[in-house]
Structure formats: structure tokens, C-alpha cells
């Protein structure tokens, strides 16, 4: 199967369609990266190569809207920590002493694992944006790229490097069609006020959007009413950094009133019920997102914290908690989730022609093996994919019409050696540690 495939038909095959139902025995056709047929009897035109689709589904791939890739190699490094105790005790300290080359293994395990699970883009947040942008061209995948501005000290507010680096890397990377580049500021307790404000202005001089994190543990959202008198939403908001396209991740302890903000500057929350659980940092009022029409979205954070990058995971926990947490079987739908996954992640990335199959879309594909025991008897599929799929009977994952992986192939890369840079870009900084 080339890396370089253009032209497909998928015949005989269920799909998950635009309206998040499965229908069987349909055809779809992808051609020079779209979707440009969907449909029940098989069409006049041509295709390079057919696949049959029997005892497979095709549903539209995840997109990842919060994630740190090249913690990857920090994945088991930090157990059993809260998250404060969890950065300044193991993570800092680890980061310290990476490199780009580092960062540029790291990304591309996580492209490597990202790949295997069904994900076709990711919005990231990380240090060394060139190599974080160099292994996204190399994988093939799609990426929203940020660095996080951090800033202690508001005599360092007005020259804030971090802006610099990005104005150069945007300028790098100018040509390339997966990357979209965003403004990341990391967090309230991690910026001054005015910090905030002049990246605010950067970013929308240049209109870009925003990535952050957003009230991910109790102490940080009581202590920024302490500093500030303000919620970080509110926080945030009135220092216009919502006037832009914003993803905020986890907000965990978003207020009743924050909700109110996040609806009014269609900001979409990145929900992490994976690594939230792990961290027990607690869990994010999901049904009231719900309630008022929020943009919900789903990450997997970083590997050092949820430990693997398979949406599949997250997206079972997004399903499940709230059933239980609110005593209402029906708090979260099986398909609130799987928008979730796809095509609301796709939209808080800008990219309004991807995350559902229907032509005239990007194909941006994942295929699935659904003769796997559980997933049998099928009498829904679609809850199937949810409730009962592990991220394990993913078979194929296209990108923009190429196929990246398909049957424990990779097309892009040489997983070997991916796996053994990491490796040893982990064995260097563990030993540099010890010493």
C-alpha cells in the first residue's frame, strides 16, 4: 500500500456517516486527498486501488486537540504525583535537559503511536517548535503547533522571546499544508497580566489562535481568584485573549459563570478525562458544557501524565463518568462523544472541511476492524465504537488521502528507528539525572 495513494475506492464497507449513524455496504471514494464520492452502489469512475471493505468500518479519524507529543519520552518517568508536586519535582527537571533532537524523537514516537490509534491531527503545546514541526512533515499527520509563552517577571513582558521564535518558525514552516500555527499561553500561574496581554495582541495582529490550559486543578482556579480577583476565565477573557479562536484545556473547575464566557467567545474546552483522572486533578462539568452548546473536544495530554496517546481510551472515560458522577444514564450520549473526537475537534483547529465522511471533505480517515469478538453482536455499531472498541482494531489511518499506517505498516517512517532514538534520547537524560 504506498505512502503516496491518491486514488481509492472503499467498497462493501460501513461507514460512520455526517450524522454519526452506521450504514453498511457503501462505497467511498478518495481522490487527490478528498472524499469525492460517498455512496450505496459503486460509481463509474476509476480508482488506482480498491479495498474491500468487508467486516470494516470507516469513520472519520480523531483529532487530538491537547497534547504535549514529545512527552512521550517521559512516559512511567512521574507516577503517583499531583500535579504540582508532578512538574517540580520529576517533569522541569527532566525538560531541562532536553534538546531539539529530543523533542524531534519524541514527537515522532507519539507519531508513530498516534498513527496506530486513529488520530489525523493533534494540537500541540511544547518547547522546540522546530522539531515538533519537522516530525509532523515527516509523519505526515496534521498538527495546530504552539509554543507556550511563559513569563515571571512583567520587566521581561514586553520582549518575550517565545514570540520571536514563532514569528521565525511561521516563516520556516510557510509552506507547509498540515501545520496550522497557534499562540499557546501555557497558564495564568505560569504569565504575568501584561504578559498576557501584549501575546493577546501578538496573536491577533497576526490572526492566530490561542491554545492554553484553563482551570485543570482546584488550586490553581482558587488561587488565581486570590491574585486576581477573577476566575482564569474570566481572567483571561478580560485580558482579550478570547477574543480570539481559542482551545482552552481541561477546565476542570470552570464556574457556572465561566461556562456563560466560554459559550459567549466560542471557546472549546480540550477534555482530558483520562489524565485529569490520573493526576486527580477531578472532572470537568461536561453535561453543562452540554447544556449550553459548548464546542467539546477531546485530547489525550501528554504520555508523561495519561501515559498513551490512544483516544480510544478517552473517549470510552468522556462516555462513561458523568453517567455515573451525575446519577443520569443519559448525561453524556455515545454520540456527544464521538463529535467530540472528530469533527468539534476539527472545527476548533480551523479546519472546517475535515472530521466527517461526506464528499467534498478531506480524507481523513481510520478504519476499523469490526470482526474483533467485541465488537459483535452489532446491534448499534455506532455505540460499539464507543462502549465496546479499545483503539486496538484500528487497521488503517489516512491523512489527507495517504495512507500512513495500515496493518501494523507504517508508510511515513521507519518505526525502528524511531522507537530506538527515543530510546536513547531518554537512556542520555535519565543518566545526565542520576549524575
Sequence with gaps: MPLGQVSVLFKNISILNDFFDVKENMYVGVENGIINFVGEKKPDKKYETEIDGSGK?????????????????LRGYAENLPLDRW???????????????????????AAAEMLRFGIVSFSDMYMFGAATARAVSD????????????????????????????????????????????????????????????SAEYAK?????????????KKEHEECKIRHGKTPA?????????????????????????LDILKEHNVSPALNPASNMKLASGFAPVPKMLEKGINICLGTDGAASSNNLNMQKDLYLLSIIYKAAYEDAAAVSYKDCLK???????????????????????????????????????????????YALSGGENLMTMVDGRILYYNNEY?????????????????????????
Design 340 to 386: 467530540a473526537a472528530t469533527v468539534n475537534g476539527a472545527k476548533a483547529q480551523n479546519r472546517p472541511d475535515t472530521g466527517v465522511i461526506k464528499e467534498g471533505c478531506r480524507a481523513d480517515l481510520r478504519m476499523i476492524d469490526t470482526e474483533w469478538p467485541n465488537m459483535r453482536p452489532a446491534t448499534d455499531m455506532a455505540s460499539n465504537l464507543v
Design 57 to 73: 468500518l470507516l469513520a472519520p479519524g480523531f483529532f487530538n486537540l491537547h497534547s504535549h507529543a514529545a512527552m512521550t519520552i
Design 87 to 109: 512538574l517540580n519535582e520529576k517533569i522541569f527537571p527532566f525538560e531541562a535537559r532536553l534538546t531539539e533532537q529530543d523533542v524531534y524523537n519524541g514527537v515522532m514516537l
Design 234 to 258: 474570566e481572567y483571561f477573557a478580560d485580558c482579550g485573549l478570547f477574543d480570539l479562536r481559542t482551545t482552552a484545556a481541561h477546565c476542570v473547575y470552570v464556574e457556572d459563570r465561566d
Design 205 to 217: 495582529d497576526r490572526n492566530l489562535g490561542v491554545h492554553i490550559h484553563l482551570s485543570e486543578t
Design 411 to 435: 508508510y511515513s517512517f521507519d518505526i525502528e528507528k524511531v522507537k530506538h532514538e527515543a530510546e536513547r534520547s531518554v537512556k542520555r537524560i535519565i543518566s545526565e539525572l542520576d549524575n
Design 139 to 198: 509523519s505526515g499527520l496534521k498538527c495546530n503547533l504552539s509554543v507556550p509563552v511563559f513569563c515571571f517577571d512583567d520587566k521581561d513582558a514586553d520582549k518575550l522571546p517565545v514570540l520571536n521564535d514563532l514569528d521565525k518558525l511561521m516563516d520556516e514552516f510557510k509552506d507547509s499544508k498540515n501545520i496550522i500555527f497557534e499562540l499557546a499561553v501555557h497558564a495564568e500561574y505560569t504569565s504575568t497580566e501584561k504578559a498576557v496581554r501584549n
